[in-house]
């Protein structure tokens, strides 16, 4: 399977404490953490057995997104970016799709700049927050 359009790193911290610094790793970048949906409980509240610890994150750095939205408003199909942590096994694991992939898909080379930018800003916030 070709995963060249997802970024992955392992956290050495449950979902729970990874959440946690990640949240606070991103408010480091002027990146707000919009909405969480906790996966196994909210597919439990509809009837669903899924009890794998999972959380995905919608995240956003207003200034980016207003940069790439004014630039081009199909952009709004792939915001707010999204974050996932979950567990794997017995690891704890942070991934999320390459903004550059994302934008990559609109064919608008001017977009790439900003998108790199929020790549590496989020790429750095899951790098810290998984660092013990």
């Known amino acids: 399977m070709n ?11 449950s979902v729970d404490e990874t959440v946690h610094r990640l949240s606070e790793a991103l408010k480091a970048r002027q990146f707000g953490v919009l909405w969480q949906m906790d996966v196994p409980g909210t597919l439990q509240a509809k009837g ?15 200034k980016a ?3 790439v939205l004014s630039q081009n408003l199909q952009v709004g199909y ?3 970016c999204k974050i996932a942590v979950y567990e794997e096994g017995e690891k704890t694991k942070v991934a ?3 903004p550059t992939s994302l934008i990559g898909w609109l064919g608008d080379p001017a977009l ?6 929020v ?3 989020l790429e750095d916030a899951v790098a810290e927050a998984v660092h013990p």
């Not at 995963?3 to 911290?13: A, G, H, N, R, T």
């Not at 790439?112 to 930018?117: D, E, G, K």
Request: include cysteine; glycine fraction near 0%.
């Open 3 to 13: 995963l060249d359009w997802v970024y992955v790193k392992d956290s050495p911290y």
């Open 48 to 62: 669903m057995p899924f009890s794998t610890p999972y959380r995905i994150l919608e995240v956003c750095n207003p």
């Open 65 to 67: 997104a207003n940069e």
């Open 78 to 80: 792939f915001l707010p």
């Open 96 to 98: 999320l799709p390459k």
């Open 112 to 117: 790439h700049p900003v998108a790199a930018r």
């Open 119 to 121: 790549e590496e800003a």
